[in-house]
């Protein structure tokens, strides 16, 4: 089994954000995963997703689900991340007042999905965009 | 106790959900639903004063069964028909968030974290 999704996550509609990991959540149980594995999966695809929305007006989530692994690949053409070390820092956020309001910009997102995930490779460059790469992993258990 | 139960003691009146009989151990108070992502385990019950979309889709992210709107706040029609799709109960209470929490707690339930 292979399957591939695609969803293209838009920038403009804050209500929108996390229709996609909301998907890859209903997918998953459907195909028979893992309760933990799925809250895994959701949680870190849903701070990516959320994330996309509010720094980089929008993006693409690419998912590959395999029997023993999910990949999320988050594309997106925003103004990228100067230093992603003090990113991946717990309470860094560059979140203006407005994202604060609406429940977001603790700066827990990255390190959330570092905590959720078995890999995470982020690749960004200034003014050009950010690709985020994540995996979980069914192990035993 | 169940999500009833949480009705009756928060004198919450039922937003949509048709399942009221599922039990709950554990709850959660926020308006930052970054915190929640990141702090939260198990609870099943979440209080919140902030009415958006985003606090449907955390408890979802997070499994949670029941979202209780402190301060008579009002769930929009948006809100009420993702929760139907996620199978979340909404309720809405005249309660503050301090009192609503300390009522729970009261009656036996948990915040999850160590004492
Ligand atoms: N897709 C992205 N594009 C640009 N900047 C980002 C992106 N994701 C995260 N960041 C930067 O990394 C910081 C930390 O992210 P995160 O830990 O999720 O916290 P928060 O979203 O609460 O600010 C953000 O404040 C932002 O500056
Ligand atoms: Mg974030």
Redesign the pocket.
């Given at each position: 089994m292979s399957i591939q999704l695609h969803y293209v996550v838009p920038g403009d509609d804050f209500t929108r954000a996390g229709e996609a990991s909301g998907a890859v959540k209903t997918t998953l149980k459907q195909l028979g995963f893992r309760p933990d594995v799925i809250r895994r999966v959701a949680i870190a695809m849903y701070?990516g997703e959320?994330?996309?929305v509010?720094?980089?007006g929008g993006g693409e989530a690419d998912v590959e689900i395999l029997p023993d692994c999910v990949t999320i690949l988050l594309t997106?053409h925003?103004?990228?991340?100067p230093d992603v070390e003090q990113?991946m820092q717990e309470g860094?956020?560059?979140?203006p007042e407005n994202v604060r309001n609406l429940g977001?910009?603790?700066?827990?997102?990255?390190?959330n999905i570092k905590k959720y995930t078995d890999t995470l490779d982020i690749e960004t460059e200034i003014g050009v965009g950010?690709r985020m790469r994540m995996t979980v992993r069914v192990t035993e258990g | 106790m169940t999500i009833a139960d949480v009705k009756t003691i928060l004198n919450a009146r039922l937003v949509c959900g048709e399942v009221l009989d599922t039990q709950v151990h554990n709850a959660c108070g926020s308006d930052m639903m970054?915190d929640v992502l990141a702090f939260v385990k198990e609870q099943s019950v979440l209080l919140s004063g902030l009415v958006n979309t985003q606090v449907v889709r955390t408890a979802d992210m997070m499994d949670m069964v029941c979202i209780v709107f402190v301060r008579g706040k009002e769930p929009t029609a948006e809100m009420i028909a993702l929760a139907q799709e996620r199978g979340i109960v909404l309720l809405t209470t005249p309660l503050r968030m301090f009192t609503a929490c300390g009522l729970l707690y009261q009656n036996g339930l948990n915040g999850g974290d160590a004492v």
């Open positions: 701070e959320i994330n996309m509010i720094h980089a997106d925003g103004p990228g991340i990113a860094f956020s560059t979140a977001f910009g603790a700066g827990m997102g990255l390190p950010t | 970054s």
